[in-house]
């Protein structure tokens, strides 16, 4: 079987961020995620998670997908690995252990360095990198005949080894049984208090067979420990994916401004305009245009419809609507088909069905709306009375006047007109038209009587 370990325990204080290292959010999605994922893709059969601060954070993200267990005192990467003893050491089995800040490794690597570790015969694969500015990495150290002899951390080289360019990704492949009864043996290193795991490829050639696997794209095993390091993996993956969306018939202009996430779908014909950041679990169908200047995350935008300078959370638009400019779409929001969203027009738990059109400032939320619905310019929806939220109720047919506050709750029954400016309290019965203002009053010469002649 195929099993993975991965050390998710640390903080990571040089990000500065309260959220842990391994939990922030990479293209709007967990780093941890990522590789969960291309785990579960390469067809490993177990992932074990080895987490320490925050760990309610991982509990919650991850849930049954893995096995947690805890490294309560941060005592190093050898200590955290000592902490999946008793799941793994009994087992004949191959172990892919990795740190959990490593997003960009894929499933088809993964396949590749597990066949590699079982062709070759080892019971230790560390992969290496070459890096031309190996500062803050663990070097990688031949004897004469071209072997791994040991891996010296960065803090620990003489002159002549902070030479070398070759360098620990903190990645290893291992057999279980022999890995943990080294792993034991290790040492505290009496100058940072902690047992390094790297010490365990001197440990293991003695009796082993241990060997380097050497990566040919050092990207796809870096680490992220800054903010600056997660805007280049985020460059990185934009660039995968977006290379692969327009090689299957998406069409973008100025790329370079456009960001996708890894779990959104888009189909062949869609056309994304600049500045356009699309993330979450969202779903683009056929022909239609989004942008320029527009964010969605987890939605479903339908075939052939148009998305331009616009917000959309958590919704979905029906097939040949239009939205935007500038408006602010969420929380379980259902567009119908054929619906005009315009200027300035925020929906939030709202459900329109088909031809329904709300061309500008307007606030509809908790409503469930029927079909040719026009709201006019400024019409709200009133949903909230200071403590609870409550629902409007809008049949087919309705005209909504300009200005208009429909107090909820409330239903609007079907062929209704409501008059411009009314403030609507009551249910509005099937072919009415609602009034609801003060009488003008006129005071002819007002002006002459307020204004005082000078003097």
């Known amino acids: 079987m195929r099993r993975a370990l991965i050390l998710a ?13 391994c939990g922030y959010p990479i293209l709007n999605k967990a780093m941890i995620l990522y590789q969960i994922e291309a785990l579960e893709r390469a067809n490993v059969d177990q992932i074990i998670v080895v987490i320490g601060y925050k760990s309610k954070f991982f509990e919650n993200l991850l849930g049954s997908r893995v096995i947690f267990v805890k490294q309560e005192e941060m005592l ?25 800040d490593m997003p960009l490794i894929h499933a088809p690597l993964i396949d590749k360095l597990f ?17 031309d500015n190996p500062k803050g990495y663990g070097r990688i150290i031949y004897d004469e005949f071209r072997n791994i002899d040991q891996i010296i951390e960065d803090k620990d080289c003489n002159d002549v080894q902070k030479q070398t360019k070759e360098v ?16 034991n043996k290790i040492q505290m290193n009496s100058r940072s208090g902690e047992y390094y795991l790297t010490d365990i490829v001197k440990m293991m050639k003695k009796e082993y067979k241990v060997s380097v696997f050497k990566a040919r794209n050092n990207l796809e095993f870096m680490g992220i420990n800054t903010l600056y390091q997660v805007s280049l993996a985020e460059k990185y993956l934009r660039r995968i994916i977006n290379q692969s969306m327009m090689e299957s ?27 356009t950041t699309i993330t979450g679990n969202t779903h683009i169908k056929r022909n239609s245009v989004i942008g320029p200047n527009t964010e969605l995350n987890d939605a479903i935008i339908e075939e052939e419809s148009l998305i331009k300078h616009s917000l959309i959370y958590d919704s979905y638009v029906g097939k040949n609507s239009k939205v935007g400019p500038f408006s602010h779409i969420r929380d379980k929001t259902v567009i119908g ?37 026009n709201f006019g310019c400024g019409s709200i ?75």
């Open 9 to 21: 325990a640390g903080k990571g204080t040089r990000m500065k961020s309260e959220i842990p290292k």
């Open 76 to 100: 190093g990467t050898a200590h955290a690995a000592l902490q999946a003893k008793s799941l793994l050491e009994n087992k004949d089995d191959k172990t892919i252990i990795l740190p959990g």
């Open 115 to 131: 066949r590699s570790h079982e062709e070759m015969g080892n019971d230790l694969t560390v992969v290496s990198m070459v890096q």
């Open 168 to 183: 620990n990704s903190g990645t290893y492949l291992v057999n279980n049984t022999s890995f943990y009864k080294n792993l």
């Open 249 to 275: 018939g998406v069409s973008m202009i100025n790329p370079d401004t456009i960001t996708i996430g890894h779990d959104v779908i888009i189909e062949e014909g869609v056309k994304i305009l600049p500045n």
């Open 337 to 373: 088909e054929k619906n005009r969203i315009g200027n300035f027009v925020e929906m939030k738990n709202t459900k329109t069905k088909e031809n329904t059109k709300a061309s500008h400032l307007s606030y509809i939320g908790d409503s469930i709306v029927g079909k040719n619905v």
């Open 381 to 455: 929806t009133v949903n909230y009375d200071g403590v609870e939220k409550h629902t409007t109720k809008i049949g087919d047919d309705v005209f909504i006047g300009c200005n208009v506050n429909l107090i909820a709750p409330i239903e609007v029954s079907e062929n209704v007109f409501i008059a411009a400016g009314s403030t609507v309290t009551k249910n509005v019965p099937k072919g009415s038209l609602a009034i609801a203002r003060n009488k003008q009053i006129n005071k002819e010469d007002y002006y002459k009587n307020l204004i005082k002649p000078k003097k």
